[in-house]
């Protein structure tokens, strides 16, 4: 089935490390979009790529980095990671023109 | 910017029992697009149902319906004939059909809890 994954789906690490959350997706969309899932703020926009010359910043994206290294993978990146950074991460795609976006599993990280 | 808020953080339902939970957004735009996404504990986002702006009538999917009021700017959800497996963390989100991005606007959810 085509599909959108992410890996890890948990990582805790330490505040100053570098961190990377990869996404790939078989669905043959060419727009990705980075989200963060925090308790009583629902999901925010990070970052979001229309292909891989396309990077477009979102709501919250100071202290993140992505990269789209193809159609297929859009990865995000924590150069320094700190402790309100903590929350569930989420990759989503969308087809052109469509209006549903679908989301991969999500990614648990922990900074402490 | 466009806002969404979900004014329930918690609501229960008897199982076989119907419940509304709430919506609201907040914008200035005429077209768009409103969705409710479902979140279970695997913390996997579902798509529930959407509706178009520009659809007067309210859109269903089994037990699921909606109740659109543009001019109200509400959009909210109601779950016919409750199951367990409807428990779960429900969001609210706004698209706009103009705005460069295909960006979704999130409400803060709400937890449904489904009682035996």
């Known amino acids: 089935d085509a599909d959108v994954t992410q890996t890890p789906r948990n990582r805790i690490t330490k505040t100053g490390k570098r961190i990377m959350l990869e996404c790939s997706q078989t669905k043959g969309h060419d727009r990705m979009y980075w989200y963060r899932q925090d308790p009583g703020l629902g999901l925010r926009l990070i970052y979001y790529s229309f292909d891989v010359k396309d990077i477009n910043k979102g709501e919250i994206s100071d202290g993140y980095s992505v990269s789209r290294q193809a159609q297929a993978k859009f990865s995000l990146s924590l150069e320094s990671a700190i402790p309100n950074q903590t929350a569930l991460y989420f990759c989503?795609?969308?087809?052109?023109?469509?209006?549903?976006?679908?989301f991969g599993p999500g990614t648990r990280l922990t900074v402490l | 910017a466009q806002t969404v808020t979900q004014s329930q953080p918690e609501m229960s339902v008897q199982e076989a029992e119907t419940v509304t939970l709430s919506c609201t957004y907040d914008t200035s735009e005429s077209d768009y697009y409103l969705f409710w996404y479902k979140q279970p504990p695997s913390r996997q986002m579902i798509l529930v149902i959407r509706q178009e702006a520009y659809k007067q009538q309210n859109a269903t999917e089994n037990r699921f319906s909606v109740n659109f009021q543009k001019a109200a700017k509400s959009f909210s959800l109601k779950i016919s004939d409750s199951q367990l497996g409807d428990a779960a963390m429900y969001f609210c989100a706004y698209r706009s059909a103009l705005e460069y991005g295909n960006k979704l606007v999130f409400g803060a959810g709400t937890i449904l809890r489904v009682k035996s």
């Open positions: 989503a795609t969308s087809p052109d023109r469509g209006n549903e976006q679908f």
